[in-house]
């Protein structure tokens, strides 16, 4: 499952019109077989890409659904939380994907998607959480 990893850039009006061509191709692929993982993943970045946040967590909250021991299933859950405004949920799914072996740590401490939730002082606990990760490891 490939990691969110392109920071949010205002879209050219062709690089808009190509992306929702290609959310159409893959909803339509959706229609026909909605466990298709590799499909909602792609889906659930190109909604995010075109800020159409909720129709990203939808497709997320589908991922951590079929993939509940999939770290990055909930990490990416939690970016959907934060860039909906909904942190108490960002936290947990944050929790839940550390607990379930997420490390990639630099990658978290700026990852666009969550730039709202680290404002916010749930993040502190994650961070204490990352520290004791750490402090286990070395």
């Excluded at 889906?43 to 967590?57: F, K, N, P, S, W």
């Excluded at 490390?103 to 990852?111: A, G, L, P, T, Y």
Aim: some cysteine; aromatic content about 10%; proline content about 5%.
């Amino acid at each position: 499952m490939p990691q969110k990893t392109r920071p949010r850039k205002k879209l050219s009006r062709q690089e808009q019109r190509n992306l929702d061509i290609e959310i159409g191709f893959l909803e339509g692929v959706l229609k026909r077989d909605p466990g298709f993982t590799d499909v909602l993943q792609i889906l659930g970045e190109d909604y995010t890409r075109r800020g159409r946040y909720d129709e990203g967590l939808h497709v997320d909250e589908q991922l951590a659904k079929l993939n509940p021991t999939q770290p990055l299933a909930h990490y990416n859950l939690a970016c959907s939380y934060s860039l909906t405004g909904q942190y108490d949920l960002a936290f947990h799914s944050l929790d839940r994907a550390l607990s379930l072996g997420y490390c990639d740590f630099r990658w978290m401490s700026k990852d666009p998607d969550l730039s709202n939730f680290r404002k916010h002082p749930l993040y502190r606990k994650i961070r204490a959480k990352i520290r004791s990760i750490r402090i286990k490891v070395s």
